[in-house]
C-alpha cells in the first residue's frame, strides 16, 4: 500500500471524542475516495465514503481539505463517523454492548468512486463507550433494573438518572459517556427488560422514585439530589418525577411532551391520563414512511388538558433541547408550552435551546443521525425528520450543553470539569439559544 492513515489520538478514543486523520504519502492533487464502515453487534454494517484531493505535498488532512462528494461535502472532519448509513434501509446505529469498542475500518482508493479501484492505505479505528477509569455497576436493587457508571477517583460525584423512550429495554451508550466527563449515571429500564412489564400499558411513579432514593442513598453519589435526562417518553417521566418527586435539582428533557404520553401515569392515589391521538391524521411522505406529527392531540384543549404534567410543582431548573424538524411530535410547541406555565405560576422560565434542521433523534456526537426507522411500538417505518449535517452539528453542541447545564446545577467544585477530554465549543450561527 502506497499510503499511510494516521489517527490523532491514535489508537482508541471515546465515541463522543473527535479524530484527526490525516493521510500521507500520496502524489500531490491526487484524488482518492476515502472509505468508512463498521459492523455493529447484530452484524449490521454500516457505511460511508467521500471524494478528495491531496495537497501540494501530497497530504490529506480532513481537518482542512473539504470532501468534494459522496456521504457528504464541504470540511467535515468527522463526516466519515457522522454520515454512515446502513447497508440495509431502516436500520438505526446504536450502541448494545458498552464494554467493546466500535471498530471502524478506514480505506483509502485511488480515484474517485465509481470509478476507484486499488486500495492504497486502510487502518482501523477503534472507538470506545467505556471511558478510561469509568466503573459499570449492575443494579438490582428492590424492584430497579439499571446499569450504574462511576468516574474515575473517590467520589462523591453528582448524580444522574438517563432515561430513554418508547423502544424499552437498558440503553447505557449515553450514560456511559457521560460518565467519562465527571457524572454518576444511573442508566434505567422501566419496561420490557428482565421481569419489568413487557409493554408500556401503566406507569407507576413508585418505580422512578426508589431509583431516585438509590442514588441519593449511594455513597459516590453527592447529594442532596440528582438530576434527570430523558429524550421522548423518557423526557416526559423526567418532567413527572421533577414534578412529583423530592431530590430532584435539574431536569434536561430532549425533544419531549409536556403531557403524559402513551400509558397513564399512577402515583399514589394519583392517575394522569396520557395525551389522545388520532391515528388518522399521520401521513405517509413520498418514501412510504409514516409521520406521526400531527396525530396528537392539542394537550392545552378539553379533555387533553388532563394529560398536562404540572411542571410547576418541580423545584429546580429545566433545560429543553429542541430539534425544530422534529417530525414525531412538536417539541417545539411543548417547550413553549411548558415555558408560558412555568411563569405563569411565578417560576423561572426554563433554558430552550432550538436547533434548526435537528429531527427528533437527538444522541451523543458523531452518531450517525437516524432520519427513518421502524418504530418499535407500531412496527412500521417511521420518519423522525432531521436534515443530516445541521443534526450532526446538534448532537456535538447540545451533549455541551447538558454537560454545562449539570455542572451548574449540581453543585460540581470543579465546573472545569466539563471540559476534560473535550474540545471547548465555539457558538454556531444556525442555534438559536434561550427563550
Known amino acids: 500500500m502506497a499510503a499511510t492513515v494516521t489517527l490523532e489520538p491514535a489508537g482508541r478514543c ?43 505535498h501530497g497530504q490529506l488532512d480532513l481537518e482542512r481539505a473539504p ?96 432515561l430513554f423512550g418508547s423502544g424499552g429495554g437498558l440503553c447505557e451508550y449515553r450514560a456511559s459517556l457521560l460518565a467519562g466527563h465527571g457524572f454518576a449515571v444511573l442508566a434505567l429500564a422501566y419496561f420490557k427488560f428482565e421481569d419489568l412489564p413487557e409493554y408500556l400499558n401503566n406507569v407507576y411513579l413508585e418505580y422512578f422514585e426508589e431509583a431516585v432514593d438509590f442514588m441519593l442513598q449511594h455513597p459516590k453519589v453527592k447529594g442532596p439530589s440528582v438530576g434527570l435526562l430523558g429524550f421522548s417518553k423518557g423526557g416526559d417521566l423526567c418532567l413527572s418525577m421533577a414534578s412529583f418527586l423530592k431530590g430532584i435539582t435539574a431536569t434536561v428533557v430532549i425533544n419531549a411532551c409536556v403531557a403524559n404520553i402513551a400509558a397513564p ?9 396520557y395525551l389522545s391521538y388520532d391515528p388518522g391524521k399521520y401521513i405517509i411522505t413520498e418514501s412510504g414512511y409514516f409521520d406521526l406529527m400531527d396525530i396528537w392531540n392539542n394537550p392545552l384543549e378539553k379533555p387533553n388538558h388532563q394529560s398536562l404534567i404540572p411542571l410547576e410543582k418541580a423545584q429546580g431548573p429545566f433545560l429543553f433541547i429542541v430539534g425544530m424538524d422534529d417530525r414525531n411530535w412538536k417539541s417545539e410547541f411543548y417547550a413553549q408550552i411548558a415555558s408560558e406555565r412555568l411563569q405563569a405560576h411565578g417560576k423561572d422560565r426554563p433554558q430552550i435551546i432550538y436547533y434548526p434542521g435537528a429531527g427528533h433523534c437527538i444522541d451523543p456526537p458523531y452518531f450517525p443521525p437516524c432520519r427513518v426507522s421502524v418504530h418499535p411500538v407500531l412496527g412500521q417505518p417511521v420518519f423522525y425528520g432531521g436534515e443530516p449535517k ?46
Open 14 to 56: 471515546r465515541w463522543d471524542e473527535p479524530v484527526r486523520i490525516v493521510v500521507r504519502g500520496l502524489a500531490p492533487g491526487q484524488p482518492v475516495t476515502l472509505r468508512a464502515s463498521l459492523r455493529d453487534e447484530k452484524g449490521a454494517r454500516f457505511r460511508a465514503h467521500a471524494r478528495y484531493c491531496a495537497d501540494a
Open 67 to 162: 470532501a468534494l462528494g459522496g456521504s457528504f461535502a464541504g470540511l467535515e472532519p468527522m463526516g466519515l463517523i457522522w454520515a454512515l448509513e446502513p447497508e440495509k434501509p431502516l436500520q438505526r446505529l446504536v450502541k448494545r454492548d458498552v464494554q467493546t469498542p466500535f471498530a471502524v475500518e478506514l480505506e483509502v482508493l485511488e480515484g474517485h468512486e465509481p470509478e476507484a479501484r486499488r486500495l492504497l492505505g486502510r487502518t482501523v479505528h477503534e472507538r470506545d463507550f467505556l471511558p478510561p477509569g469509568v466503573r459499570r455497576e449492575p443494579v438490582r436493587a428492590g424492584r430497579v433494573r439499571a446499569t450504574l457508571f462511576l468516574p474515575p477517583g473517590t467520589g462523591p460525584f453528582p448524580g444522574i438518572l438517563d
Open 265 to 273: 401515569l399512577h402515583y399514589k392515589d394519583m392517575i394522569i391520563p
Open 390 to 435: 445541521a443534526h450532526s452539528r446538534a448532537q456535538v453542541d447540545a451533549w455541551q450543553q447538558i454537560q454545562t447545564f449539570f455542572h451548574k446545577h449540581l453543585n460540581v467544585s470543579n465546573f472545569s470539569l466539563m471540559l476534560i477530554g473535550s474540545k471547548k465549543l465555539t457558538p454556531k450561527r444556525n442555534l438559536i439559544a434561550g427563550t
